[in-house]
């Protein structure tokens, strides 16, 4: 887009306006971050900022309940869980007097503009309110509560929600506010189950949250590996009892020596019944006797930090509604900012809410099918690939292809990869093939450490970090020869790789390798020239004795093209390769499997490291983050951690840019924050490291505040994977076997496979809101492979948000996310929602 046509937040002015945030119903992790940004975006465009504090109730009662919001009154807010401003149930509210008593309030402070935070019902009564607002302002005014001119200059009120449910039950947006967090919560405990479970052979029910909606006990029954999950949007077919038992008893008799089931609150059977988790525990005890224990993990689920992506999520979200609020008229419909792939973008609110509750009159209709397909393409997605992976089919039913892959993990390790792994040999089982596991990447495929990988080896390898494959930085070209050997040995179909930017420039060293030139295959004869004599096979070359020519490369020429010559069918199969990388540096896809790990450990280092400064008081740390080249973990991180600055290469930074930091630094300390936080990037410039910045900011900031340094290193790296990494690990590599499977069985001929295309060698991303098969020869031009990062990035369009929310002054072009273009609300079956989350 030229720049002429973009159009930046600065023309958007809230000078005159007052904005005035609540948060209402369940509270969710995050809610204070979106309080936090819609309180520091309103501040920094100009407007004023009020707390609304117990939600409706508070805005009914008035007095002290409505305050003006500062900057310094938010700061600590980002990683705190629950609302800071309460929450409260209100029945005042859905009465009109209630109603009445709140707009009086609102009119008094000036305040026509409110960002409600909460579920379906309070943001459906938000729009109630804002339909009522003219008859309610005209009633205040023939009460003698407000005169005229008031009545006139208040006459529109504008209504922008943003969801906080950990539910994620709202139709229109990928995710809700706080479900991350609830997954955080649940996979902890789930991770601290097991291996009791384990010591004592026990079956643990578990109860989560879900009165309508089945998406956390769904999601965390796939990132943890359950035998068995109750959802109540499909509820299991008569005689699940029976079918229930027989799997957990194949599962002990193959060896395992724990059952986990998960069962949402609001589980029922076909028939309406509610299937509760004490009616589970009994089933399994009068049936196979299994010593089995419940937990109902009950509001625990709600509790303690938010993790990175909802802070992340709800601080997007706030900015957004600042600015739909500031470009609002008096005929602008209320909208909820929602998330579509990695995109904010604004909906009508009402229609997202009726869609929303056609999900509910679905279910009441025992029309289950279609609950399911209301509830979008992800939560339909996560239901299939839990079936295809819980529920292994006897050996008698299952196909029979004769088609062998191989499954290896290569670069450094990342948080999730044991999930794919296991995703890919359960499904690639499914399908009939024969399973390899290579051991330590390509060094351990030259080495021939190839073994066959069966279904049960790979049991509760979703919440293992690091590799139990092992994995290694080596390349395929220097050992091709040795790797197509193994291939021929083990008559190797397919190739699933699993990695970053290594993995990425090993499936090209491979594409590479099918290469055959025909044209070189003529005869070729070199005669040696050369003044120094030094050609093997020849006692004198010519020129030697007059050293009339100059030394030439003609014999490694000719080498060069005799390889070019030779192809290697071996690798003409089907090759697919998952990114896998806490950097989230490879091309072509947006997020990396591991990476919302890394993010999580960062933020979590940040957390308490900003409380340590809290604590001295006016001091600054400096972090360094890992990522090679590819500043995503500092920009992210330092947004969800609520960073002053965060050095990356992609953004070149000069002495004046630090001294401007510093400058910086120095006024915030003379408010009541009297701490910094600043990231940089392992290398974000060569000249500048974390050890020079640390020395200029405690020289420059003598006698104002004192400095750390912290190096976080591989604890990035490691740790159990998050509940994301999890999921988007195991379905991303569902469907690459699957793809590989559809791509073995076109290119299968005459007894066996040939695959030499350019779409038989792909990477599967996530690009937006869709996961899509790319193959590698046309990411090359998106590929900087001196600094092995993509060209271009996505997330440096959220750096401004850090810079804003850090009180920087910056230019934030809101064309560049797709805010301001219009968005078709469509119904989530139709609809291209995102696979992935």
Partial sequence: MAQTDKKFFENLTGAGKAIAVLTSGGDAQGMNAAVRAVVRMGIYVGAKVYFVHEGYQGMVDGGDNIKEATWESVSSMLQMGGTVIGSARCKDFRTREGRLKAAHNLVQRGITNLCVIGGDGSLTGANLFREEWSGLLAELVQQGLIDEEASQKYSALHIVGMVGSIDNDFCGTDMTIGTDSALHRIIEVVDAIMTTAQSHQRTFVLEVMGRHCGYLALVSALACGADWVLIPEMPPEDGWEEKMCQKLSATRSRGSRLNIIIVAEGAIDRHGKAITSSIVKDLVVQRLGFDTRVTILGHVQRGGTPSAFDRILASRMGVEAVLALLETTANTAACVVSLCGNQSVRLPLMECVQMTQEVQKAMDGKRFEEAVRLRGRSFENNLKTYKLLAHRKPESELPHSNFNVAVLNVGAPAAGMNAAVRSAVRVGISEGHKMFAVSDGFEGFYK????????????GWTGQGGSLLGTKRTLPAKHIDKIAEQMRKYNINALLMIGGFEAFLGIMEL?????????????????????????????????????????????????????????????????CMLPATISNNVP????????????????????????????????????????????????????????????????????????????????????????????????????????????????????????RKNVLGHMQQGGAPSPFDRNFGTKIAAKAMQWITKKLNESYRKGRVFANTEDSACLLGMRRR????????????????????????????????????????????????????????????????????
């Fill in 448 to 459: 021939g450490q190839i073994k066959e990988i069966k279904w049960a080896d790979v049991g």
């Fill in 511 to 575: 594409l590479a390798a099918r290469g055959t030139y025909e044209e070189l295959c003529v005869p070729m004869v070199m005669v040696p020239a050369t003044v120094s004599n030094n050609v093997p096979g020849s006692d004198l070359s010519i020129g030697a004795d007059t050293a009339l020519n100059a030394i030439t490369d003609a014999l490694e020429c000719l080498l060069q093209l005799c390889e070019a010559r030779s192809s290697y069918e071996e690798f003409c199969v089907p090759l």
């Fill in 588 to 707: 072509g896809t947006d997020l990396s499997i591991g990476a919302d790990t890394a993010l999580n450990a960062i933020v979590e280092t940040c957390d308490r490291i900003k409380q340590s400064a809290s604590g001295t008081k006016r001091r600054v740390f400096i972090i360094e983050t890992m990522g090679g080249y590819c500043g995503y973990l500092a920009s992210v991180g330092g947004l969800a951690a609520g960073a002053d600055a965060a050095y990356i290469f992609e953004e070149p930074f000069d002495i004046r840019d630090l001294q401007s930091n510093v400058e910086h630094l120095t006024e915030k300390m003379k408010t009541g924050i009297q701490r910094g936080l600043v990231l940089r990037n392992e290398n974000s410039n060569e000249n500048y490291t974390t050890d020079f910045i640390y020395q200029l900011y405690s020289e420059e900031g003598r006698g104002v505040f004192d400095c």
């Fill in 770 to 837: 869709a996961m899509v098969f790319q193959p590698v020869v046309q990411l090359k031009d998106e590929t900087d492979f001196v600094h092995r990062i993509p060209k271009e990035q996505w997330w440096l369009k959220l750096r401004p948000l850090m810079k804003i929310l850090a009180k920087y002054k910056t230019s934030y072009d809101i064309s560049d996310s797709g805010q301001l273009e219009h968005v078709v609300l469509r119904r989530p079956k139709e609809s291209e929602a995102m696979a992935a989350i």
